[in-house]
């Protein structure tokens, strides 16, 4: 196990403090801090950079050999934290608490330790673990965006304005299918100089944005919220393999949006991410695919494979076959067909 106390809260100070106690090195590129794990502890980086109005970030990356602790405990007002777990998974604690909450892949937390107490994060060994840290001097930020930050929800906009750190705030739970495609155009992002900073700067504030639009959308009824969690792409997979499995059955939207427990907005937007497709073209081509391995597999007659996929016209499927393909059902049988055998022809030749 190796232990890091940080006694300094400037995120580039955050940086050089953790590099000097490891002794890992150190590099500076336009103000952007990076400190590579030392081969001795693991593989990775810890990386980061201030941006003006108060808005910081930083980034951890490693795969380590012991376990890491990471002690906040500098005696003044800490930042207010938006940590988003990308891959792996890290223990959070107050300092002076002594309840450890998991964070686990695909969950994020909004955390404010109250007056001076500190934070515990509990890297562990042995797990790829990719973080992604928002880091928000609140005195600062809310002297540039006092007139937005008044307009938000009112638990968001007593947070933002704590800024003597007078109350704690944790919340933590799934981040959404927007937020993790941030984290992975941040992740991949390779620019170097100003255009990096520029690249960086508008993707914290989008994250930070999503975040906000995030912590709206969960106080709303269940069947009213329109961001999608990643545990919620678990049930989107679900609906993906009952089309394919039952595509005979699949009379509508809202059966399959029952089935899998998950709204018929929800289910849109997700096929729509995942699929780039509506769930009726996804449905529409997993027919014209279950079709064509039956005229490929089976003698069965057209009309009984159009049934089959969930067509009760075969003139509708004839049309619909057509167009996704460019041949009838039976055009493209007797295709399949004289292929097959123009080979056997070859083979006994």
Known sequence: MNKVKVTSLPLIEVIQDLARVLGAPLANICDE?????????GIGYIQGLDFDGGLGLIQYDCL?????????VENDVHPLKFIYCSKGNFLHRFERSSETNSIDQYQGLIVASDRKNGHILKIPSGTHVRLTSIEINREIFVERY??????????????????HALNGFYQHGDFSL???????LMSKYKNQGFSRRLYLESK?????????HMYEDDLLDERDRSLLRKSEVILINDARKIIDEFVKDID????????????????QEGFQHLYNLSVNQFIQNS?????????QDSELPIAQIADLVGWSSSS??????????GVTPSQFRNTIFYRHHSKEDFSKS
């Not at 380590?64 to 906040?72: M, R, S, T």
């Open 33 to 41: 801090y990076k400190m590579d794990i030392p081969s001795t502890l």
């Open 64 to 72: 380590l050999n012991d376990e890491l602790i990471i002690e906040f």
């Open 146 to 163: 006092f007139c937005d930050i008044d307009l938000l929800d009112t638990k968001l906009k007593e947070l933002f304005f704590d800024i």
């Open 178 to 184: 927007q937020l993790s495609e941030l984290i992975t």
């Open 204 to 212: 914290a504030y989008e994250l930070l944005s999503t975040q906000i």
């Open 252 to 267: 509508s939207i809202e059966t399959l949006s029952k089935r899998v427990g998950l709204n018929s907005k929800k289910l």
């Open 287 to 295: 027919r014209i695919n279950k079709a064509k391995s039956l005229l």
């Open 316 to 325: 509708h499927f004839n049309k619909m076959f057509k167009e996704k393909t």
